[in-house]
């Protein structure tokens, strides 16, 4: 049987290597309070317009730390428990785009790809010598090139807008899961536990079996 | 006071005998390894399922405008609404990582031979209840996969002779996988693990009468057996602690490694995902469905696929005892079945190309033909092996167990000649 743990082994391994076909840019992302208010308040200037977040509120943004001062700023006028909507109006967005810019709240778990595949997408512009813009990951996209990658003179421009993409990338990533810092907290605590509790039920059935002979 | 009460129990209710019998005496094979733990832990699994469920449902909306979003709620508002979901998506991974493993083991060791052959079938109806209830529970996210998963399965049943159409309205409750159809599979979802309790209960009432299997496949004379506590009681807890920290790896640290990121975008039924995949533990049949060119035979394949299992009894004519243990050839089918198993669960879950098809359709010819050669391999074996030459201890046993056979017989015939 021990074979058969191995040949499962290895073909789980392999099937979550074919999985992954395009080659997207690897990102890491910051999960600190300032970097994930960063990454929302280049969304607020920039994808807000188009993109709304049904599932957060502005309170969520305030729990989770973030300036009360900016986001009084984002609201406005909105109740503290108003969600994160788009400002464009869908019918506006399809007259413009003739599709309706997805909701922002789960985009992190709603691709293949997850954080890596966004984080390529909003880097992937480019303007061909003929002046027509495209992307790499998503070439019939209708979304206009937010960040302005495709327009980046310098190097220097470029590292910025690669960092405000992070910062974008790292704020949907705790929005598409606000608990997961608290949840991989609480796994090592589970964790520690079961390993202590196992290793005792292994001395002690170790013992109930030497009883035997 | 206590063994009073235990008393006037026992003069009521048969408790103390009923635990004596099935737990703190039963007599099991001292030689059993850690792979009899996972009956013990598919209880477990159960348990925890019907657990998080109850409070799962307390929270959740069955109701197309917003079972997405009661989701998220549970995920974000509910207090530990998040560890309730993602160990009730966990758990249904986990539950089908148990019984494989657990059939899988039977299959190596013969377990499912005379006379246990009611205690397998009661097993094989557990599998399918438990597949439709995973089923039923994948529609209730109300995402992109479940939405397409409901169409493509519930629209099999086409197959149906003259009253296909009918037969999937009638499920889905209207034409298209709906409202309706979220309903009724909630219902479902919730009523089915208590008919799974209820089959449990009689797959352990036939177990605890003919007793576990044991890996020489020879059932042991009584002082190789010991009894259940605390020797097995002990063995399975600490199973159960190793099983609890694979699950918890999975719940705390990669939950969402077990849900296609396409079901985490709202159902709409007028955008076709590009790329339709079952949840992983239906890949194998779901590749058997999509082998064969016609979808009734599709369908009465990938049925027959699941039911093969029920046939082994039959199927298996070797009279040596011990499953694979024993028998090379049985061995070398059982490990070949698994790779087999393996390649059809990559064709699954690929998106199909003329060389995965290819490659589907001989690996469901060969599913289907390591069992069909079952009886004439099994039969081959018995007599190449005994021409071999059998250890000796194989031999008295085959010996011993035929004079069983003949003097249950002989009881049997009188028994009736009495009556008579």
Redesign the interface.
Known sequence: ?N??LK??VL?SFS?YA??SEVKLEKVTLENDVPAIERGAETLMNACHSCHGMK?IKYRDLLTFGMNKQKVDGWRADQSLDAPLLAQMSENDAMLAFAKVPPDL??MT????G?VNYLYSYLLGYYTTAEGVTGNHIFPETKMPDPLGISGAATPEQRTEIQGQARDIVSFLAWA????EAE??R??YY??AY??A??TL??F??KQ??SR?K | MPSRIIEWIDQRFPLTSFVKHDLTDYPTPRNLSYWWNFGFLAGIVLVLQVATGIFLAMHYKADVAVSFDSIQHIMRDVNYGWLLRYMHATGASAFFFVIFIHMARTLYYGSYRAPRELLWWTGQGLLLLLMATAFMGYLLPWGQMSFWGATVITNLFRATPFIGDQVVIWLRGDYTVGDATLTRFFALHYLFPFLIIGGVLIHLVALHSVKSSNPSGIDLAAKDNIPFHPYFTIKDLYGLGVFLIVYSVFVFFMPDSLIEPANNIPANPMQTPNHIVPEWYFLPFYAILRSVPNMVGGVVAMGLSVMMFAFMPFLDRSRIPGGARYRPLYRLQYYLFLLDMLVLGYVGYVHPTDQTILVGQIATLCYFASFFFVPFISKMEERWLIKRGLPAEVVTLMKSESLEIEKRKLKHSRHNGVKS
């Open positions: 049987m074979a058969f040949i499962a073909c099937v074919w999985s599932y709240s789960l778990k709603a691709r293949d997850g598409a899961d606000p608990h949840r991989i609480l796994g589970v964790i079961l390993l509790l196992t039920l292994y002690v059935k109930i079996w035997l």
